[in-house]
């Protein structure tokens, strides 16, 4: 604020009543509150550090909760008996994936005339 209108919102202040004073006192304190809550939320949106951190915290904590859910889950009475069932028939098609790529592969060097060893 510069030095004129400094010493003119002075003069309006002390030309005041003191119930127009007071309350023009706490609409500025008010304000300023205003203006410093506005300020450190803009830090906080700014903070691009701490936003990751927290970032990284929620999802190491929904990583922990699916986590718990999901040993819950195996440890219900009917996941028990079709987890190695499961787990096996997970294996085959594991298998057959890599059986059918390495036949593509092949296929593919003896279209493009490359040596295979």
Do not use: Y
């Amino acid at each position: 604020m510069s030095a004129s209108k400094h010493s003119a919102s002075q003069k309006d202040l002390s030309a005041a009543t003191p119930d127009a004073r007071d309350e023009i006192e706490a609409d500025i304190r008010k304000t300023r509150a205003e203006l410093g809550s506005t300020v450190d939320e803009l830090a906080r949106k700014l903070d691009v550090r701490a936003q990751a951190e927290h970032a990284a915290v929620a999802a190491r904590m929904r990583a922990v909760q699916t986590a718990r859910l999901a040993t819950a889950k195996l440890e219900e009475p009917a996941m028990r008996r079709l987890g190695p069932p499961t787990a096996g028939v997970a294996l085959l098609i594991g298998f057959l994936l890599t059986v059918r790529r390495r036949r593509a592969r092949r296929r593919a060097h003896r279209r493009s005339g490359v040596g295979f060893s």
